[in-house]
């Protein structure tokens, strides 16, 4: 059973960046999916970055192209997101997600392990 820590959440102004982490424990980190989800205020959860275990299939969602970086590091055990260019509408918790399965899924009930969420608040 894979727990999930994510870290790195803070209050940053518009066109800041920050990198989130997302620590994991137990066994077969690097066989899973990784994926990081968002979620704002009265909307659903919705995926932003996702990553195969050999890091060679990347999904990143439209919002996220050109800005996030989602990469990781098996022998760390730890998958990180790399924001740039933040905007207000980035304000949300972001959640690690990871997945059993061997491609990246969009939608989060394919993911079965989750972490408690770090909250990325945007100020413009």
């Known amino acids: 059973q894979v727990q999930l820590v994510e870290s790195g959440g803070d209050l940053v102004q518009a066109g800041g960046s920050l990198r989130l982490s997302c620590a994991a424990s137990?066994?077969?980190?690097?066989?899973?999916?990784m994926a990081w989800f968002r979620q704002a205020p009265g909307k659903e959860r919705e995926i932003v970055a996702g990553?195969?275990?050999?890091?060679?299939?990347?999904y990143y969602a439209e919002s996220a192209k050109g800005r996030f970086t989602i990469s990781r590091d098996n022998a760390k055990t730890t998958v990180y997101l790399q924001m740039s260019g933040l905007k207000s509408e980035d304000t949300a918790v972001y959640y690690c997600?990871?997945?059993?399965?061997?491609?990246?899924?969009?939608?989060?009930?394919?993911?079965?392990?989750w972490g408690q969420g770090t909250q990325v608040t945007v100020s413009s």
């Open positions: 997600a990871a997945s059993t399965s061997t491609t990246i899924d969009r939608h989060p009930a394919a993911y079965g392990t």
């Open positions: 990553i195969t275990w050999s890091s060679l299939g990347i």
């Open positions: 137990g066994r077969a980190f690097g066989s899973l999916v």
